[in-house]
């Protein structure tokens, strides 16, 4: 799907608030409501917006602890791994990755326990599993959810 201008500022709108109203952006970009919806619907579609979230302080729901890990897995092992690490609560991100790691995750855990209990009790005791390294987050100084939009 080719997206032109106003599908970029449709983009930016839903980036910033994805509660803002379809009758709001219209009025920004100088368009129906009607057009607007359409276009949104034609995106959603299309896989271009992929859904809508809420986004949630893990402190708030007593996530004290997030880290980065990064794991090693027997050559072959690496989808199979994938399938499985989405299932295990507190894994946030899981992504395939070149370099020292063949997966990189993000987790939440109550507490240091619990994230002991995430990693030697479920992550290393898959098949395929063959070492972790574990980096404790002690701090976030910025994170986003938004894509930057320059219009092609």
């Not at 395929?128 to 320059?150: D, K």
Request: zero cysteines; glycine letters at 6%.
């Amino acid at each position: 799907m080719e997206l032109d201008e106003t599908d970029y500022a449709i983009i930016e709108a839903l980036q910033e608030d994805a509660r803002t109203p379809f009758s709001e952006i219209a009025r920004r970009i100088n368009m129906s409501s009607a057009t607007v919806h359409d276009r949104v619907n034609r995106m959603e579609d299309a896989g271009v917006i992929e859904g809508y979230h809420a986004k949630v302080d893990p402190k708030m729901l007593d996530y004290d602890i997030s880290a980065v890990v990064g794991l090693q897995v027997e050559q072959g092992q690496e989808q199979d791994t994938l399938d499985r690490l989405r299932d295990i609560p507190g894994v946030q991100e899981v992504h395939l990755t070149t370099g020292s790691w063949d997966v990189m995750m993000k987790v939440y855990a109550e507490d240091a326990d619990r994230l002991r209990k995430l990693m030697f009790e479920n992550v290393a005791q898959m098949d395929g599993f063959a070492r972790s390294q574990t980096m404790v987050i002690l701090g976030t100084s910025y994170e986003t959810q938004e894509l930057p939009i320059e219009v092609k």
